[in-house]
T-cell receptor, first 112, second 113 residues
Framework: DAKTTQPNSMESNEEEPVHLPCNHSTISGTDYIHWYRQLPSQGPEYVIHGLTSNVNNRMASLAIAEDRKSSTLILHRATLRDAAVYYCILRVQIQGAQKLVFGQGTRLTINP | DAGVTQSPTHLIKTRGQQVTLRCSPKSGHDTVSWYQQALGQGPQFIFQYYEEEERQRGNFPDRFSGHQFPNYSSELNVNALLLGDSALYLC????????????FGQGTRLTVV
């Protein structure tokens, strides 16, 4: 399976932007890049996804490198509620089925 | 919309026993995937069901089996439980067609003693 590599942890201050990096050098042409986050005692929550172009939604922005071997999740103005484990995931399609290949994730701490 | 619901939320079993976990997908979703999340790790894909058949399987032994019902709900069965099966089991639902996100349930915390 194609894999993703993320920093184990990152720290930021409230109301500041946060850039969460991810490497996926073995990504294939049909793999989508997804980001999920997980709060304690909860299931993962979808944040954003993209294939080649940069994407924006109400939660975040996703910047994808031109060669697609890396991407960055951008939280424009972090709040305390953004503290979570953020997973950069490849959505792999095999024989009509899709699966999410999770890495270890980045634990994001937000300081007040 | 209730989202993805899983039951039970917590479960304690003894080694060698069998367990069944249940999942109801989000309304409008026809595909269910199961993941195992060990403490401190990212979720690992177990298998995916749509049209009542297993379509893709991760690197898990045959002790792990599943079922999908006509109403798209699903069960995960684990036989001959081992201590190492203790984990959070997550169900995710999605639509088979279209590039849409998966919605996860809160999970079932299984402890094997």
């Amino acid at each position: 399976d194609a894999k993703t590599t993320q920093p184990n942890s990152m720290e930021s201050n409230e109301e500041e932007p946060v850039h969460l990096p991810c490497n996926h050098s073995t990504i294939s042409g049909t793999d989508y890049i997804h980001w999920y986050r997980q709060l304690p005692s909860q299931g993962p929550e979808y944040v954003i996804h993209g294939l080649t172009s940069n994407v924006n939604n109400r939660m975040a922005s996703l910047a994808i490198a031109e060669d697609r071997k890396s991407s960055t999740l951008i939280l424009h103005r972090a709040t305390l509620r953004d503290a979570a484990v953020y997973y950069c995931i490849l959505r792999v399609q095999i024989q009509g089925a899709q699966k999410l290949v999770f890495g270890q994730g980045t634990r994001l701490t937000i300081n007040p | 919309d209730a989202g993805v619901t899983q039951s039970p939320t917590h479960l304690i079993k003894t080694r060698g026993q069998q367990v069944t976990l249940r999942c109801s997908p989000k309304s409008g979703h026809d595909t269910v995937s199961w993941y195992q999340q060990a403490l401190g790790q990212g979720p690992q894909f177990i298998f995916q069901y749509y049209e009542e058949e297993e379509r893709q399987r991760g690197n898990f032994p045959d002790r792990f089996s599943g079922h999908q019902f006509p109403n798209y709900s699903s069960e995960l069965n684990v036989n001959a439980l081992l201590l190492g099966d203790s984990a959070l089991y997550l169900c995710a639902s999605s639509r088979r067609w279209g590039n849409t996100e998966a919605f996860f349930g809160q999970g079932t915390r299984l402890t094997v003693v």
